[in-house]
Nanobody, 127 residues
Framework: QVLLVESGGGSVQAGGSLRLSCQAS??????????MGWFRQAPGKERDFVAA????????VYADSVKGRFTISRDNAKMTVDLQMNSLKPEDTAVYYC??????????????????WGQGTQVTVSS
């Protein structure tokens, strides 16, 4: 069993920055075994991929909409995965979720590849 807890959400004006953090825990969880990702879901919309990072932290992938503005990183010793969000836009407003990838059937952008999810943290960007 894996427990994921996100933090760092809040309200900012367009152009501002936020840093989200995801703390993982679990008696059998070994973060170095798993790729991890961030997703977001706006009201009335599907959950969308934002960013993912491999278990070593040396390979990342981003959604086109956040490329160049967001940076994902991880610290396996602390069992954390962070998402630094710069140059925020109103369209970034959503609940942000971190997740552990437990399947490798398709690719990191697919929601179904992830088996453990946090409760989410709200990010609101005003214009």
């Amino acid at each position: 069993q894996v427990l994921l807890v996100e933090s760092g959400g809040g309200s900012v004006q367009a152009g501002g920055s936020l840093r989200l953090s995801c703390q993982a825990s679990g008696s059998t969880f070994r973060p170095s075994m798993y790729h991890m990702g961030w997703f977001r879901q706006a009201p009335g919309k599907e959950r969308d991929f934002v960013a993912a990072i491999n278990w070593k932290g040396d390979s990342t992938v981003y959604a086109d909409s956040v490329k160049g503005r967001f940076t994902i990183s991880r610290d396996n010793a602390k069992m954390t995965v962070d998402l630094q969000m710069n140059s925020l836009k109103p369209e970034d407003t959503a609940v942000y979720y971190c997740a552990v990838r437990t399947k490798y059937d398709r690719n990191a952008l697919v929601v179904d590849e992830y088996g453990f999810w946090g409760q989410g943290t709200q990010v609101t960007v005003s214009s």
